[in-house]
């Protein structure tokens, strides 16, 4: 339930950003997450309504953005994509052309809040 802490910080943060525009009203925030994350949708969508009560983010739509796990390898440059299920159930993993196991995560731990759509 990871997503109580992070939601919480969301409210703040589109909150400041809706008042330093003299907002009225935030319509729409929309927040990439990456699959590392396992932010599960049904807990964003609750704890978002309920710490947006009474804020200008109350009523507001939010949509997330699953951000795959995507690894570059040290050794050929290739990229490659994994699953989150792949990725918790391999102990090493391994460039799907070279083998080498030299890889750099590329994408799939963000967290990023990439709109806020406001009613001036």
Known sequence: MHE?????????????????QNAKKILDIR???GALRDFQEVWVRHYFEKFSRGTLAEGAT??????????????CEHSTEMGREAFINTPTATC??????????CS???????GIEVQL
């Open 4 to 20: 109580l802490a992070v939601m919480a910080g969301i409210i703040d943060v589109v909150s400041q950003y809706a008042k330093a």
């Open 31 to 33: 927040l990439t997450v």
């Open 62 to 75: 939010i949509t997330m953005a699953i951000q795959p796990i995507r690894f570059r390898c040290k050794a």
């Open 96 to 105: 799907e052309q070279c083998g080498s196991a030299e890889l750099v995560l």
């Open 108 to 114: 799939g731990s963000q967290l990023m809040i990439d």
